[in-house]
Nanobody, 116 residues
């Protein structure tokens, strides 16, 4: 059975940083590209960042470029999202997603709240 478990969310002040993790089990992790998505209250889920299977390339939403960094450890079956210079607009539930063609899996999400 496939499991994607996000962690690292919480309450942080504006300008602060958080590091999200997504631990994956039940699939061949290195065969899957990995994404981070987020969904803010009343908004559609959006792609935040994506990384290739071997971690040699990544893309970011324009709104997070230069502040967020996606990375992965294929020996630990984990993908990370380092977030810095956080603003209230970054408040959302953050989800990781594993993708291999039409095969994809989602985690349950972790709440990130940016507030003073």
């Amino acid at each position: 059975q496939v499991h994607l478990v996000e962690s690292g969310g919480g309450l942080v002040q504006p300008g602060g940083s958080l590091r999200l993790s997504c631990a994956v089990s039940g699939l061949a992790f290195s065969n899957y590209a990995m994404n981070w998505h987020r969904q803010a209250p009343g908004k559609r889920r959006e792609l935040v960042a994506a990384i290739t299977r071997v971690g040699d390339s990544s893309i970011y939403a324009d709104s997070v470029k230069g502040r967020f960094t996606i990375s992965r450890d294929n020996t630990e079956n984990t993908v990370f999202l380092q977030m810095s210079s956080l603003t209230p607009d970054n408040t959302a539930v953050y989800f990781c997603r594993a993708i291999n063609g039409q095969d994809n899996y989602w985690g349950q999400g972790t709440q990130v709240t940016v507030s003073s």
